[in-house]
């Protein structure tokens, strides 16, 4: 069946307690896609500059994405240069460079067109719009976003809200859209704004999903091993869009399941810098950890 992503491939600088790693290949789109490819197919939907290294693309077409959207163009690649301190929850920007992602207009193959499932990773919400306007009869949208939209795109994120299913946020980017300070009023309202399923991200206290029906809630996996917590929300986006995108049915046996395998997708990806941890990642390894989380919850 296979699922588009359209978000950024980067490249990140990343300083923590762990140690810094320069020029790692990153970005939402290639951390959703690390997980999602356990699932199904993934197209990735970006653009890189001249500068993008060649062994970076190689690594992501021997990931099996399909990357005949992965444009390249003339200037510099989109790049950011960010330091986690003390708990590690809370990344410091030092340094973000656009370059190409400026004047990004990403472009479709007749066939990508006809792809029913579809993830607008963190980006420029009106370059999210361009994409969805140019797709054939979607089955599921999933939308993720980030503060600096919500203050500056505020409007164009507001009417992309009314076109999706899914809208995926962390707590602050869900108190900051919303207005409400508790995160359960907060998943109302922004249900309000037209998704049917509002994903709120608490980082290492779990993640909380609303559907007007029906409200879960699930802890993080227990670990005791953060090293890089770069990408971990969509890490996290990439195994519950990854696993919905595989099921016939979206229900709440399903969206459960989903949630699940999005947290123990993101668990591996904190264990260490960049994407080292996920690319090595099997289905038999989310299963094996899902399995001991169940026994944790009790369910």
Known sequence: MGIIVLGTVALDTVKTPFGKRKNMLGGSAAHFAMSARLFTQVHLVAVIGKDFPARHI???RRKGLNLA??????GESFRWDGEYKGDLNCAITN???????SD???GL???QRKIKNIFLANIDPEVQNYLLCRMQSPRLVGLDSMNFWIKHKRKSLLRLLKKVNIYVANDQEARDLSG???LVRAAGSLYKLGPQIVLIKKGEHGVLLYSGKSILALPAWPTGRVIDPTGAGDTFAGGFMGYLT???KINEASLKKAVSYGTIAASF????????????LTLEDLERRLAKFRKCIGG
């Open 104 to 106: 990004f207009k990403p």
């Open 180 to 182: 409400e300070n508790n």
């Open 95 to 101: 340094d973000t460079k656009l370059g190409v992602l």
């Open 58 to 60: 190689d690594f992501l």
């Open 269 to 280: 990806n904190i264990e260490d810098f960049g994407l080292k941890r996920t690319s090595c």
């Open 69 to 74: 959207s992965l444009a390249r163009e003339k």
């Open 246 to 248: 595989k099921s016939k």
């Open 109 to 111: 193959s007749k066939g």
